[in-house]
């Protein structure tokens, strides 16, 4: 199938980086989501990706239990580098060019963000991975993820997630949880739903970009997504694709 999205933020949690694990980093599941990036990115798609850090630091917790939330957002920033430059890693290893770039400076194993720099490399085909979030505490990465999407003029945003799509309860603790197959913006607002944050919901509606919310351990499903199979939850203005 020919590709539906020519330039896209793929947004990885970093929870799916661990695998199975409540910790740390999975090598087979960070080369198997690797493989299934390049796969995209072969068929002629622009990728940028946005990754989280929560495998590595969880600043929620650290918060409630006495932390300043700037200081535990921080520290969650770099967490997120670390994210970075094991993806990258995995993803160079199939010979494909691939930059990472922070929004905290780290010259040493990173650029700098730069919007028309990363925008360049995405027109040569080079995969851009960005960190450290937007660079200020108090902003989540599905935040990073909607203002990068919108900085690149992306047309969809991927968000991967262990769950195949958005539903009204939490399915690991609900048997009888819905799963909903399409949602507008103001549905997410609206129900208060789980699936990002509401700066970062608000972004997606103002800047009229799609989101769909899918499976990432289920191999393939960044290809189906990017074709435009019916999987996981389709968030967008309207609700119908």
Not at 31 to 50: D, K, L, N, Y
């Amino acid at each position: 199938m020919e590709p539906k999205y020519k330039r896209l933020v793929l947004k990885i949690s970093g929870e799916s980086l661990a695998g199975d694990k409540d910790f740390g980093f999975d090598n087979e599941t960070i080369a198997t989501i690797a493989e299934q990036i390049v796969e995209v990115q072969q068929m002629g798609v622009q990728i940028a990706v946005v990754v989280g850090g929560g495998n590595v630091w969880r600043g929620a917790g650290s918060c409630a239990r006495g932390m300043d939330r700037a200081t535990a957002d921080y520290m969650g920033m770099l967490a997120t580098a670390l994210n970075a430059l094991a993806l990258r890693d995995a993803i160079e290893q199939h010979g494909v060019e691939t930059r990472v770039q922070t929004a905290i400076e780290m010259r040493e194993i990173a650029e700098p963000y730069i919007r028309l720099r990363a925008i360049r490399h995405l027109e040569k085909g080079i995969i851009v991975i960005f960190a450290c979030g937007t660079g200020n505490p108090y902003f989540s990465t599905d935040t990073t993820a909607a203002l990068r999407a919108a900085e690149m003029k992306a047309e969809v945003i991927l968000m991967a997630k262990k769950v195949d799509g958005v539903y009204d309860s939490d399915p690991n603790k609900n048997p009888n949880a819905k799963k909903f197959d399409r949602l507008n913006y103001m549905d997410v607002l609206n129900m208060n739903l789980k699936v990002m944050d509401s700066t970062a919901a608000s972004l997606c509606k103002d800047n009229e970009i799609p989101l769909i919310v899918f499976n990432i351990n289920e191999k393939g499903n960044i290809r189906r997504a990017v074709c435009g199979e019916n999987i996981g939850t389709y968030l967008g203005g309207e609700t119908n694709a």
